[in-house]
Nanobody, 126 residues
Framework: QVQLVESGGGLVQAGGSLRLSCAASGRAFRNYAMGWFRQAPGKEREFVAAINWNNNNPRYADSAKGRFTISRDNAKNTVYLQMDSLKPEDTAVYYC???????????????????WGQGTQVTVSS
């Protein structure tokens, strides 16, 4: 059974940084793309960043470009999201996710992902 467990969320002031982690288990982590999504109160879940199985071709939402960095450590079965220059509008629950199937692409749509973590809260104060 695939399990994804996020950690690293918290309360930070605007302009600060946080690093989220997502530990994966239940299958060969290195073979699958990984993504980060977020959902703010009253809004739909939206794509933030994704990385393919080979640690290449990271993909970012426009809101994340230049401020967030996704990376993965296949030896640790963990994907990270380094978030810098945080803004109050980044406040949301952040989820990591992984697709059901192998792909060489870097998926970015909600419906391309099958396994989801429980989420970690990020709150950015102004």
């Amino acid at each position: 059974q695939v399990q994804l467990v996020e950690s690293g969320g918290g309360l930070v002031q605007a302009g600060g940084s946080l690093r989220l982690s997502c530990a994966a288990s239940g299958r060969a982590f290195r073979n699958y793309a990984m993504g980060w999504f977020r959902q703010a109160p009253g809004k739909e879940r939206e794509f933030v960043a994704a990385i393919n199985w080979n640690n290449n071709n990271p993909r970012y939402a426009d809101s994340a470009k230049g401020r967030f960095t996704i990376s993965r450590d296949n030896a640790k079965n963990t994907v990270y999201l380094q978030m810098d220059s945080l803004k109050p509008e980044d406040t949301a629950v952040y989820y990591c996710a992984s697709p059901r199937s192998l792909t060489i692409a870097t998926p970015y749509r909600n419906d391309e992902y099958h396994y989801w973590g429980q989420g970690t809260q990020v709150t950015v104060s102004s």
